[in-house]
C-alpha cells in the first residue's frame, strides 16, 4: 500500500505544532519543564533547519532537473522537424535526382544526431537509477518505463534510431514523476531484516528523495536510510523506533499533531 501525502500539509501540521509548543512553555509550572521544553524546541530549529539546507539543495537540483528536461524536449522538437521536413522534401523529389540523395543523407544524419543525443540522455539517466527509492520504481508507470529504458540502452548499435520519439517521451516521463515523488512524503510497506537476519514487515516513510525512517509493527525495530550511489542505505535505529511510528501516524492519519524530532541520515 502506497500513501502519498502533498508537502503543503507539513506546513500546516508545524504552524500548529509551533502555536502548542509556546502554550506549553507558557504553561509550564516548574523550572525542569520550561528547560525541557527549551531543549525541545532547540532540537525542533535545529532539525527544521537542516530539513530546509536539504530543501534548498533539492531545489539547486531540480532546477538542473527540469533546464535538462527542457533542453532535452527542444532538442526532440528540432530533431523531429528535421526528420519530418526531409521525409517531406525526399517524398516530393525525383528518384534519380542529386536532391534526392542530398534531402536522403539529410534525413540520415538527422536521425543519427537525435539518436546519438538521446543515448547519451538514457545512459546518464541509467546511472542514477539506484537511487529511485523503493515505492516509486514500483509503479506500474515507472516500472515499466525502466524496463523500456534498459532495452533501449541494450539496442546494437545499428538498431539506436529506431522509435526515436517513443524512447524520448518515455526518458521524459520518467523524470516527471520523479519529479512529482520528491515534493511529497510517501509511506511504503516493505521487508527489511535486522542484524540477526529477522526480516519484518516495515512502514517506511520516505521524504522525498532525501531520506527515509522505517519501524515494524510493534515499534521493537527501527530503521533510518538515506540514498547513496549503489542505492539507499538502510541503518538500524531501534531507539527511534517509537519516535518513527509517532511520526507515519502524523504523516498519513492526521490523528497526531505533535512534534516528533527525527535525526536526518547520511550516506
Given at each position: ?170 526518458l521524459t516521463e520518467i523524470m516527471a514523476e520523479v519529479e512529482k515523488f520528491q515534493q511529497n512524503i510517501t509511506v511504503s510497506k516493505e ?77
Amino acid at each position: 500500500t502506497i500513501m502519498t501525502i502533498p508537502t503543503h500539509l507539513k506546513i500546516s501540521y508545524l504552524t500548529i505544532l509551533l502555536h502548542g509548543s509556546f502554550s506549553l512553555l507558557a504553561s509550564a509550572q516548574t523550572s525542569e519543564t520550561l528547560d525541557q521544553s527549551r531543549e525541545n524546541l532547540r532540537l525542533w530549529l535545529e532539525t527544521s533547519q537542516k530539513k530546509q539546507e536539504e530543501a534548498n539543495s533539492w531545489k539547486n537540483d531540480r532546477e538542473v532537473l527540469n533546464n535538462y528536461k527542457e533542453g532535452l524536449l527542444g532538442e526532440k522538437e528540432t530533431y523531429l522537424k528535421q526528420i519530418a521536413d526531409a521525409k517531406a522534401r525526399a517524398a516530393a523529389a525525383d528518384q534519380g535526382s542529386t536532391d534526392k540523395i542530398s534531402q536522403r543523407d539529410q534525413l540520415i544524419q538527422a536521425e543519427k544526431n537525435l539518436s546519438a543525443h538521446l543515448r547519451k540522455m538514457e545512459e546518464d539517466f541509467a546511472k542514477i537509477l539506484p537511487t529511485l527509492p523503493t515505492p516509486i520504481v514500483k509503479f506500474a508507470k515507472i516500472s515499466v518505463g525502466i524496463e523500456t529504458l534498459k532495452k533501449n540502452l541494450a539496442l546494437p548499435a545499428d538498431k539506436q534510431t529506431d522509435d526515436v520519439g517513443k524512447r524520448l517521451s518515455n526518458l521524459t516521463e520518467i523524470m516527471a514523476e520523479v519529479e512529482k515523488f520528491q515534493q511529497n512524503i510517501t509511506v511504503s510497506k516493505e521487508l527489511h531484516k535486522n542484524s540477526a537476519g529477522q526480516e519484518y514487515d516495515m512502514q517506511v516513510a520516505y521524504v522525498g528523495m532525501a531520506a527515509a525512517y522505517a519501524v515494524n509493527e510493534d515499534a521493537s525495530f527501527a530503521l533510518i536510510a538515506a540514498p547513496t550511489a549503489s542505492g539507499w542505505k538502510f541503518v538500524e535505529r531501534n531507539d527511534l523506533a517509537k519516535d518513527i511510528s509517532k511520526f507515519i501516524v502524523t504523516a498519513t492519519t492526521e490523528k497526531d499533531v505533535s512534534l516528533t524530532n527525527l535525526p536526518l541520515p547520511t550516506p
